[in-house]
């Protein structure tokens, strides 16, 4: 397939991403001669992936239009990577839930943290924003959470004009996100950083981050276990900023975003968890976080090392499946986790696996 002239352009040998495994050559042909409404073209949305061989996915969205316009690439990508046999069909289920805490003593959970992506409707997506329009969503985002009633009352910090140390500072503090990475780079989501970016952070540990990968990532966070209380603070701050803003959304694709792994529900809901036995052994953490649908990042976020065996494990599919259930299947793979982590600090670290 990667032979043929032209496509060979496109991907290079070593590329091991989706997007390279179905994009056919006749296919790149045919799609390449389009081009979106906002401008976005098929060279665009690839251009990470041929940079970056590494590339899980390679593909990203300029706008909601390219999932249609490219739906012959964007499809076969979108049913990979959620698990997706049949029909691509969006679930959405925001029922609050009241689940005991997965770690009740605290000594395995450092935090939890939901986040969900959105994006404005009738805009284009980061990979393909024009200054002026980034800095147009920047203000009416801003405008939509500065009217937020309590518990979302809060401040925007915008950072615009600050340099890469106090950028890095204010991360910590949780008032500002880093530059993204070559990933993002490659897509063009990261140019012109860091202006018309910012973060709204509310009294109650609750924030939505301006222009980082989407227009929105609205994010709330407990340093607990309490998957229940972070959900259903998120089910809230949604229903509150959809009152005053719009979002792109398909009836089958759900929730549309610049990355086609977080389309649908665009939920990633997490902990960090400390676990030094099973960090011994990694087959059976992985074995035990896929068979639930969860997936493993480093404690710095995706593609990072993880340090002090602090885990991020998270949902791994976002279409397909309502919030309330990936919640309920979180709590029920991170209880699972935290049991065989139990079981071996009883059988000691020098105990062959069962
Ligand atoms: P996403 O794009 O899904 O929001 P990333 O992997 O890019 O996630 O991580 C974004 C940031 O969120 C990183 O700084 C990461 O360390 C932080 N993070 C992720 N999960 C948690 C968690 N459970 N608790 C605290 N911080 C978290
Ligand atoms: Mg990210």
Same mark, same amino acid.
């Not at 593909?59 to 076969?76: K, M, N």
């Given at each position: ?9 496109m ?9 390279s ?10 799609l ?45 990508? +979108?049913?990979?990577?959620h ?9 959405s ?43 147009? @969503? ?16 809060? @401040? ?13 500072a204010? %991360?910590?503090a949780?008032? %500002? ?40 990532r +609205? ?28 979002? %792109? ?16 529900t665009?939920?990633?809901a997490?902990v960090? +968890? ?12 992985n074995?035990?976080?896929s068979s639930?649908?969860?997936? +493993?990042?480093?404690t ?8 002090? @065996? ?11 499946i309502?919030?309330?259930?990936l ?28």
């Open positions: 397939m990667k032979a043929d002239t032209g496509f060979q352009q991907f290079p040998d070593n590329a091991v991403s989706l997007a495994r179905f994009l056919t050559p006749s296919l790149f042909r045919r390449s001669k389009l081009k979106t409404a906002t401008g976005f073209t098929l060279d665009q949305a690839i251009r990470s992936g041929r940079e970056n061989p590494d590339s899980d996915i390679g593909i990203y969205a300029g706008d909601p239009e390219s999932y249609t316009l490219f739906q012959d690439i964007f499809d076969p990508v +979108i049913r990979a990577c698990r997706i046999s049949g029909p691509i069909c969006h679930v289920e925001l029922r609050p839930l009241d689940l005991d805490g997965p770690d009740p003593e605290g000594r395995y959970i450092l935090s939890t943290r939901i986040r969900i992506a959105r994006n404005l409707s009738g805009y284009a997506f980061t990979p393909n924003l024009t200054p002026g329009i980034r800095q147009v @969503a920047e203000q009416r985002i801003k405008q939509a959470v500065a009217a937020l009633p309590d518990p979302f009352k809060g @401040a925007y910090h915008a950072m615009g004009g600050l340099s890469p140390e106090e950028i890095s204010r %991360a910590s949780g008032t %500002a996100f880093l530059p993204g990475d070559r990933f993002q780079a490659g897509a063009g989501i990261t140019r012109g950083f860091p202006a018309s970016r910012g973060v709204f952070a509310s009294h109650d540990k609750n924030f939505v981050w301006i222009n980082e990968e989407d227009q929105l +609205i994010i709330c966070l407990e340093k607990n276990g309490s998957l229940s209380l972070v959900f259903n603070r998120l089910i809230l701050a949604l229903e509150l900023l959809g009152r005053s803003l719009s979002f %792109a959304w398909d009836p089958c694709k759900g929730y549309l975003n610049a990355c086609p792994t977080n389309i649908g665009a939920m990633r997490g960090h +968890i400390r676990l030094p036995g099973l960090e011994r052994q990694p087959d059976r953490l074995e035990l976080a639930h649908g969860l997936q +493993i990042r480093g710095r976020g995706e593609k990072t090392a993880v340090s002090g @065996a602090v885990f991020d494990i998270s949902n791994r599919f976002r279409l397909g309502g919030e309330t259930r919640i309920q299947d979180l709590h029920s793979g991170i209880t699972a986790i935290i049991a065989a982590e139990k079981q071996l600090a009883v059988s000691g670290p020098g105990s062959p696996e069962p």
